[in-house]
């Protein structure tokens, strides 16, 4: 224990350690059952005290930039709207019913977004197979 944590003790012996972890956590928590005698905040900071690397605070993923459609995805439903009647636009109205290709792969998006993804995905899929096609077709001398 530091002199700083010591004098903190000293002043209100009910405070608890900044490095701790969170009452009520069901986690692991490495040789804790081996420590008797403590409140779970001291008994916990001096568990972390003892680590190599004290963890710091989580911090909290910005997925702002995932949930945008990407721009190659937009120029794919733009293109297939002029080669195909679809309803299936960048636009699309949510709670549409009918199919919507590969988007019950799409997890954590809103409507909106997995349709635009999963159609790209199709579009992107189906011209990679005639590709293929084509290629093969070649090989074979036809």
Do not use: W
């Not at 081996?34 to 605070?57: D, K, N, W």
């Not at 159609?119 to 590709?131: G, Q, W, Y």
């Amino acid at each position: 224990m530091t002199e700083s944590t010591r004098s903190k003790y000293e002043k209100n012996p009910f405070a608890i350690p900044d490095p701790y972890y969170l009452p009520g956590y069901t986690g692991h928590c490495p040789a804790y059952k081996e420590i008797v005698g403590q409140t779970f905040g001291r008994a916990t900071h001096g568990l972390i005290e003892s680590l190599p690397s004290p963890p710091g605070r989580l911090k909290l993923s910005t997925l702002e930039k995932d949930k945008a459609p990407d721009e190659d995805d937009l120029e794919i439903l733009e293109k297939r709207k002029s080669e195909v009647k679809s309803v299936l636009t960048k636009d699309i109205t949510p709670g549409y019913q009918g199919h919507v290709p590969r988007v019950r792969e799409m997890i954590g998006l809103n409507f909106n977004q997995s349709c635009i993804r999963g159609v790209a995905e199709f579009e992107k899929k189906k011209k990679l197979h005639e590709e293929y096609l084509k290629s093969a077709d070649i090989k074979n001398g036809g």
